[in-house]
């Protein structure tokens, strides 16, 4: 159910950025199976690891849809106002006018986590513990505070299929990668298992 509702939510075009809906479809799953297989080896419900993780880019869905549609409304608004207006040289400026990538990155990195958690907290899920663990993810952890097992898959899961993007680029170095997952405190067990896993196909079967 979680996979096919962030199939659903993808934008239909992601013009100018043609890979970018493949980049979020990719992640959401690589995530959410990383979830899924950290948390059956630390005793943590694995349904909700996986559900969590793969609805933790709904927020940068969000954005990348409210985005590309906003700009495409002005920029729509402003090129018919130029022509009608015969100012030639704006409305020759405005047809090279494309969406900002740098943007649109800064925009997802700063706001995308906090337009999850408030997504989540309307979805009023009444048995998916999802609240505190976005609440963690999304604000500084009080003095003497710990997170959640959950909120320490998801960390370790949203890590984990960064680096498999960063790493299928070539973005990424091996001391850099060893010094990353130290950081997030992965042991030997969880990696050697996420290593043999399969993040590009997921088959899902209806019985």
Known sequence: VPTFAVRHWMPHSTEPFPLLKRRLRDNSMACAIAAQEIAKLNGVNEVHAFTLGMLLDVGKIALVRIYLRIFELVWQRQVTKARDEQKKDLHTALLELKPDPLFLSTLLNKQSMKVTATVIEKMAFRYLPFNAVM????????????????????????????YLSLNEHQLVESDETE???????????????????NFDRFHIQIN
């Open 135 to 162: 609440q963690q993810l999304t604000t500084p952890l009080a003095k003497n505070d710990e997170y959640l097992p959950l909120t320490k898959v998801i960390l370790k899961a949203r890590c984990y299929a960064q």
């Open 179 to 197: 010094r990353w997952f130290a950081h997030f405190d992965f042991s030997k067990e969880e990696l050697d298992q996420l290593a043999k896993c």
